[in-house]
């Protein structure tokens, strides 16, 4: 049932981009553009260094600097810590991506894997700084308290998922694995290709997800629900100058646009569910959690509107 219903949704889009090309060629415009002027040289320099670092084992250094005090915070093992010096800087889908790798490599157990995904996965901190509040809230006072609640909604909602994943007991780390005997070159090479194969991926969920927002917004329909929740929720990097062009009000649009960059958007759960292709990380409970963790944002956000 499951295949005869994504077969019927690829048929649809497809009809769709045959009878209406000019919205197609707009949105895989924008995505492409996006992708190349932003993600390309945000991502790709941290996606290739962070492929050196767990391949040469420079991750040791930055565990061993960060490691105790990650480790007293969130549980995790010192390895576990760069997945969340990762999530939190480098932004989506990097924080799946690296918590990938170190499942791979056996820096950590699949179920410390499990527990990092579920919080580290993360927008970074230039682009909530940049796009979100300066470019589309058009509010720079609220800058701090955007990056605030952004960075301690996550926080927050890693204790609680810390009593789920570690019901009383501390995640025990795989074990150091061995060090593959590969010349340096060889790693090179091996690192800069699965980052450009990994920004790729990305590049390509960003166009097609670009294109779907172009074709719904052609549909005749004008609910709030569709216009100011679905559409949005599809892609985050459109979705946020969506609801900011909308008639809300600014407070609403704060409460909105912070909702959906802790979300990140369906776009990036499409991404991280590529990152963790191979590595047994279930993609249902990190939907669930990342709506948790929208839900702790949205209150947060109100909270502050409301006091200040």
Same mark, same amino acid.
């Given at each position: 049932?499951?295949?005869? %219903?994504?077969?019927?949704?690829?048929?649809?889009?497809?009809?769709?981009?045959?009878?209406?090309?000019?919205?197609? %060629?707009?949105?895989?415009?924008?995505?492409?553009? $996006?992708?190349?002027?932003?993600?390309?040289?945000?991502?790709?320099?941290?996606?290739?260094?962070?492929?050196?670092?767990? @391949?040469?084992?420079?991750?040791?250094?930055?565990?061993?600097?960060?490691?105790?005090?990650?480790?007293?915070?969130?549980?995790?093992?010192?390895?576990?810590? %760069?997945?969340?010096?990762?999530?939190?800087?480098?932004?989506?889908?990097?924080?799946?991506?690296?918590?990938?790798?170190?499942?791979?490599?056996?820096?950590?157990?699949?179920?410390?894997?499990?527990?990092?995904?579920?919080?580290?996965?993360?927008?970074?901190?230039?682009?909530?700084?940049?796009?979100?509040?300066?470019?589309?809230?058009?509010?720079?006072?609220?800058?701090?308290?955007?990056?605030?609640?952004?960075?301690?909604?996550?926080?927050?909602?890693?204790?609680?998922?810390?009593?789920?994943?570690?019901? @009383?007991?501390?995640?025990?780390?795989?074990?150091?694995?061995? !060090?593959?005997?590969?010349?340096?070159?060889? !790693?090179?090479?091996?690192?800069?290709?699965?980052?450009?194969?990994?920004?790729?991926?990305?590049?390509?969920?960003?166009?097609?997800?670009?294109? $779907?927002?172009?074709?719904?917004?052609?549909?005749?329909?004008?609910?709030?629900?569709?216009?100011?929740?679905?559409?949005?929720?599809?892609?985050?990097?459109?979705?946020?100058?969506?609801?900011?062009?909308?008639?809300?009000?600014?407070?609403?649009?704060?409460?909105?646009?912070?909702? $959906?960059?802790?979300?990140? @958007?369906?776009?990036?759960?499409?991404?991280?569910?590529?990152?963790?292709?191979?590595?047994?990380?279930?993609?249902?409970?990190?939907?669930?959690?990342?709506?948790?963790?929208?839900?702790?944002?949205? !209150?947060?956000?109100?909270?502050?509107?409301?006091?200040?």
């Amino acid at each position: 049932m499951k295949r005869y %219903f994504t077969s019927l949704c690829v048929i649809a889009l497809f009809v769709l981009m045959l009878l209406f090309p000019q919205p197609v %060629f707009k949105g895989a415009s924008s995505g492409l553009l $996006l992708w190349f002027n932003v993600i390309l040289p945000t991502l790709l320099p941290f996606m290739i260094v962070s492929n050196l670092l767990i @391949g040469t084992r420079a991750i040791d250094a930055i565990s061993k600097v960060f490691g105790p005090v990650m480790c007293r915070l969130f549980g995790v093992t010192r390895y576990g810590s %760069f997945a969340i010096i990762a999530g939190f800087l480098c932004g989506y889908p990097m924080g799946g991506k690296v918590t990938a790798d170190l499942v791979r490599k056996q820096y950590i157990t699949w179920q410390e894997g499990q527990y990092l995904l579920s919080f580290t996965n993360n927008t970074s901190p230039m682009f909530i700084i940049s796009y979100v509040v300066w470019q589309n809230l058009k509010d720079t006072s609220r800058t701090m308290p955007a990056l605030l609640i952004l960075i301690l909604s996550p926080i927050l909602c890693s204790f609680l998922f810390r009593i789920y994943y570690r019901p @009383g007991a501390r995640i025990h780390s795989s074990g150091c694995p061995p !060090l593959p005997k590969a010349a340096a070159a060889s !790693l090179m090479d091996s690192c800069i290709m699965n980052g450009f194969e990994t920004i790729t991926k990305v590049g390509g969920y960003i166009m097609l997800f670009s294109i $779907l927002i172009a074709l719904l917004q052609k549909l005749p329909l004008d609910h709030f629900l569709f216009s100011l929740l679905l559409l949005p929720s599809l892609e985050m990097t459109n979705g946020i100058p969506l609801l900011c062009a909308s008639p809300l009000s600014a407070d609403a649009c704060f409460v909105l646009s912070l909702a $959906l960059t802790s979300f990140g @958007g369906w776009c990036s759960v499409a991404q991280t569910r590529s990152m963790v292709q191979g590595t047994r990380l279930p993609i249902t409970p990190y939907i669930i959690e990342k709506l948790i963790t929208t839900l702790v944002t949205s !209150l947060l956000a109100y909270t502050y509107i409301r006091l200040f």
